[in-house]
Antibody, heavy 122, light 106 residues
């Protein structure tokens, strides 16, 4: 089955670091952009940034530049989202998504991970 | 950040037609995508590039985009259509989402 499988729920304290993962399966992981989407409690969706596993090109949305690090390892079909110092405002549900058709922009997100809940206590 | 304008909620009777709008100046010049998010689940792409349905999405769901309004239309609404719906477009390489519309089936 074509899918994105994310790492499990995390609970951290403010100031701690965190790295969550997203593993793609049953498709050519290297050829599709992967994005990370934040959904804060009871709120809408925000794209944080994207990565192209084929060459590890990374693009950050302006609101998240400098706040997060996106990376990937195509050899294990896995993308990552990490924080060096969490704050309580990072408490949210984080989804990885696949951009349709291998395009970098202008397309829908046609595959979603199950979401990774992150809770940060202050 | 910029956010597309969607009604907070839309209510529709079972079997009737629901229309969910997404408004912004000249949105008709953009390519709009729509997502359905049921409670406790990840969103699902239901309309791609204004009016295209991904595989597996029923033809009761359709999209249009013109002028200042993009519209998601669901005909013969079922209880299972109750969800939050989000519109989205790309602008200068980044994404703009609508705030979401909660569809309630009466």
């Amino acid at each position: 089955e074509v899918q994105l499988v994310q790492s499990g729920a995390e609970v951290r304290k403010a100031g701690e670091s965190l790295k969550i993962s997203c593993k793609g399966s049953e498709y050519s992981f290297s050829n599709y952009w992967i994005g990370w989407v934040r959904q804060m409690p009871g709120k809408g969706l925000e794209l944080m940034g994207t990565v192209y596993p084929g060459d590890s090109e990374i693009r950050y949305s302006p609101s998240f530049q400098g706040q997060i690090t996106i990376s990937c390892d195509k050899s294990i079909s896995t993308a990552y989202l990490q924080w060096s110092s969490l704050t309580a405002s990072d408490t949210a549900l984080y989804y990885c998504v696949r951009l349709k058709g291998g395009s970098a922009t202008g397309v829908g997100f046609d595959l979603w991970g199950q979401g990774t809940p992150v809770v940060v206590s202050s | 950040s910029t956010e597309l304008s969607q009604p907070l909620s839309v209510s529709v009777a079972l079997g009737q037609t629901a229309k969910i709008t997404c408004e912004e100046n000249k949105i008709g010049l953009k390519s709009v995508h729509w997502y359905q998010q049921k409670p406790g689940q990840a969103p699902v792409l239901v309309i791609h590039r204004d009016s295209n349905r991904p595989s597996g999405i029923p033809d009761r769901i359709s999209g249009s985009n013109s002028g200042n309004t993009a519209t998601l239309t669901i005909t013969r609404v079922q209880a299972g259509d109750e969800a939050d719906y989000y519109c989205k477009y790309w602008d200068s390489g980044t994404v703009v989402f609508g705030g979401g519309t909660k569809l309630t089936v009466l």
